[in-house]
């Protein structure tokens, strides 16, 4: 009898785990974005057609400044780079979907796209990472889940302009960013997920 019991009840929690939903998917809002991304993505990509691949990349970057603030969203710390003034971060939000946030452009751009920023703007452009997320990012080890809480395709209210219409992409940067999507948000809060 303990044996049947046993082996019912290992049964029973297997077959638990196998309807718990991912954690990317636990917030309505982010679940919403990420399948939006994934509907965008999929017939392009299959399409292999050069203009539908531009076009989906446009639509996503168009979906993200449509979901704009998001709040309560889980992630994982995959990077940290620089220093608590100049700090740079890469949180992926989904399966192959990350956050980029940062606090110097020159980190965040790298080389010659930070001149056409310089140039942009006499004034030093405002922080994409609050200082509350910076001082919570001391607490992290990298690869940890975390909460956050902020704006999507914006740097503290500034509006990041599409660098694709700016320089011009291939169709190979169109298709590695449909695959592969990163969106520069702005982070107002990070705490640590709870483990379930």
């Avoid at 004034?123 to 990298?142: C, H, M, Q, Y």
């Amino acid at each position: 009898m303990s044996r049947r019991g046993f082996l019912l009840g290992g049964a029973a929690l297997a077959l638990a785990g196998c309807f718990d939903r991912p954690w990317y998917e636990e917030n309505p809002q982010q679940k919403a974005f990420l399948d939006g991304l994934q509907a965008l993505a999929k017939p392009a990509l299959a399409s292999n057609n050069p203009l539908r691949l531009e076009e989906a990349a446009r639509q996503s970057l168009e979906l993200a400044a449509k979901t704009g603030a998001f709040t309560g969203w889980q992630g994982i710390l995959r990077t940290v780079e620089g220093n608590a003034q100049k700090v740079a971060i890469t949180i992926d939000i989904g399966p192959q979907v990350s956050l980029y946030a940062f606090n110097d452009w020159a980190l965040g751009m790298a080389g010659v796209l930070a001149d056409l920023f310089s140039a942009r703007s006499r004034e030093s452009p405002p922080p994409g990472l609050s200082d509350p997320a910076v001082a919570a990012l001391k607490t992290f080890r990298i690869n940890e889940r975390v909460i956050l809480s902020g704006r999507l395709g914006e740097i503290a209210g500034s509006g990041l302009f599409d660098l694709s219409n700016l320089l011009g992409k291939s169709d190979a940067d169109n298709r590695q960013f449909l695959q592969v999507p990163r969106f520069v948000a702005r982070i107002d809060t990070l705490a640590a997920a709870k483990k379930k």
